[in-house]
Protein backbone atom coordinates (compact mmCIF):
# COMPACT_ATOMS: atom_id res chain seq x y z
CA UNK A 1 0.00 0.00 0.00
CA UNK A 2 1.49 3.33 -0.85
CA UNK A 3 0.25 6.45 0.47
CA UNK A 4 0.53 9.87 -0.91
CA UNK A 5 -0.01 13.01 1.16
CA UNK A 6 -0.35 16.59 0.09
CA UNK A 7 -1.93 20.23 0.27
CA UNK A 8 0.33 21.19 3.33
CA UNK A 9 1.33 25.18 2.89
CA UNK A 10 2.29 28.21 4.57
CA UNK A 11 -0.97 29.83 6.41
CA UNK A 12 -1.68 32.39 9.11
CA UNK A 13 -3.33 31.86 12.31
CA UNK A 14 -7.36 31.49 11.46
CA UNK A 15 -7.03 29.90 8.51
CA UNK A 16 -8.29 26.62 7.12
CA UNK A 17 -6.33 24.21 5.48
CA UNK A 18 -7.46 20.47 3.97
CA UNK A 19 -5.03 17.33 3.19
CA UNK A 20 -5.26 14.95 1.14
CA UNK A 21 -4.44 10.99 1.34
CA UNK A 22 -4.66 9.20 -1.46
CA UNK A 23 -3.93 5.17 -0.95
CA UNK A 24 -2.44 2.89 -4.18
CA UNK A 25 -1.65 -0.48 -4.33
CA UNK A 26 -3.61 -2.91 -1.96
CA UNK A 27 -5.51 -0.71 -0.35
CA UNK A 28 -8.13 -3.22 0.26
CA UNK A 29 -6.28 -4.14 3.65
CA UNK A 30 -6.57 -0.99 5.06
CA UNK A 31 -9.17 -0.99 7.87
CA UNK A 32 -8.27 2.46 9.88
CA UNK A 33 -6.49 5.14 8.19
CA UNK A 34 -5.29 8.51 10.49
CA UNK A 35 -3.31 11.44 10.72
CA UNK A 36 -0.14 11.90 12.87
CA UNK A 37 1.69 15.09 13.32
CA UNK A 38 5.29 16.07 13.96
CA UNK A 39 6.79 19.31 15.09
CA UNK A 40 10.14 20.02 15.17
CA UNK A 41 11.92 18.90 18.35
CA UNK A 42 8.89 16.89 19.56
CA UNK A 43 7.82 13.09 19.08
CA UNK A 44 5.27 12.48 16.55
CA UNK A 45 1.43 12.46 17.74
CA UNK A 46 -1.54 11.33 16.90
CA UNK A 47 -4.18 13.92 15.17
CA UNK A 48 -7.36 11.53 13.96
CA UNK A 49 -8.47 8.81 12.69
CA UNK A 50 -11.04 6.95 11.34
CA UNK A 51 -12.48 3.73 10.53
CA UNK A 52 -12.42 2.80 6.77
CA UNK A 53 -15.46 1.44 6.29
CA UNK A 54 -16.82 4.62 8.05
CA UNK A 55 -17.79 5.75 11.51
CA UNK A 56 -15.41 5.86 14.37
CA UNK A 57 -14.18 9.17 14.42
CA UNK A 58 -10.95 9.76 16.84
CA UNK A 59 -9.31 13.47 17.82
CA UNK A 60 -6.82 14.40 19.55
CA UNK A 61 -8.19 16.65 22.22
CA UNK A 62 -5.76 19.64 20.73
CA UNK A 63 -7.30 19.16 17.72
CA UNK A 64 -11.00 18.37 18.48
CA UNK A 65 -13.77 20.57 17.33
CA UNK A 66 -11.28 22.31 14.84
CA UNK A 67 -10.35 19.03 12.55
CA UNK A 68 -12.42 17.27 11.00
CA UNK A 69 -11.46 13.82 9.04
CA UNK A 70 -13.90 12.11 6.48
CA UNK A 71 -12.71 9.59 3.81
CA UNK A 72 -13.95 9.26 0.11
CA UNK A 73 -14.15 5.18 -0.33
CA UNK A 74 -14.53 5.97 -4.36
CA UNK A 75 -11.38 7.75 -4.83
CA UNK A 76 -9.71 5.64 -1.48
CA UNK A 77 -8.84 9.13 -0.31
CA UNK A 78 -8.67 10.20 3.74
CA UNK A 79 -8.76 14.59 4.33
CA UNK A 80 -8.44 16.20 7.11
CA UNK A 81 -10.16 19.50 6.78
CA UNK A 82 -8.02 21.73 9.30
CA UNK A 83 -10.17 25.26 10.86
CA UNK A 84 -9.07 27.91 13.23
CA UNK A 85 -5.37 26.85 12.96
CA UNK A 86 -2.79 28.06 15.44
CA UNK A 87 1.03 28.12 15.49
CA UNK A 88 1.17 25.44 17.08
CA UNK A 89 -0.40 23.15 15.02
CA UNK A 90 3.16 23.68 12.86
CA UNK A 91 4.55 20.27 11.82
CA UNK A 92 4.98 17.94 9.21
CA UNK A 93 1.70 15.75 9.14
CA UNK A 94 1.35 12.42 7.87
CA UNK A 95 -1.15 10.07 6.88
CA UNK A 96 -0.78 6.33 7.91
CA UNK A 97 -2.80 2.89 7.11
CA UNK A 98 -3.71 0.39 9.34
CA UNK A 99 -4.30 -3.41 8.55
CA UNK A 100 -6.01 -3.83 11.81
CA UNK A 101 -9.69 -3.74 12.11
CA UNK A 102 -10.71 -2.29 15.67
CA UNK A 103 -14.02 -1.09 16.53
CA UNK A 104 -15.07 1.47 19.10
CA UNK A 105 -13.40 4.16 20.76
CA UNK A 106 -10.22 4.66 21.32
CA UNK A 107 -9.11 2.91 18.04
CA UNK A 108 -6.18 3.87 15.63
CA UNK A 109 -4.58 6.51 17.59
CA UNK A 110 -1.06 5.03 18.60
CA UNK A 111 1.04 4.85 15.54
CA UNK A 112 2.32 1.35 16.30
CA UNK A 113 -1.49 0.02 15.03
CA UNK A 114 -0.11 1.65 11.54
CA UNK A 115 1.59 -0.26 9.34
CA UNK A 116 1.59 2.29 6.33
CA UNK A 117 2.87 5.71 5.98
CA UNK A 118 2.72 8.55 3.93
CA UNK A 119 5.99 10.85 3.16
CA UNK A 120 4.38 13.88 5.24
CA UNK A 121 3.15 17.20 4.14
CA UNK A 122 4.34 20.43 5.65
CA UNK A 123 2.03 22.99 7.73
CA UNK A 124 3.10 25.99 8.68
CA UNK A 125 1.14 28.46 11.10
CA UNK A 126 2.64 31.76 11.14
CA UNK A 127 0.96 34.22 14.42
Known amino acids: VQLQASGGGLVQAGDSLRLSCVAS????????MGWFRQAPGKEREFVAS????????NYADSVRGRFIISRDNAKIAVYLQMTSLKPEDTAVYYC?????????????????????WGQGTQVTVSS
Open 50 to 57: VLWSGGFE
Open 96 to 116: AGSSLLCLGGGCYDDSDEYDH
Open 25 to 32: GRSSSIHG
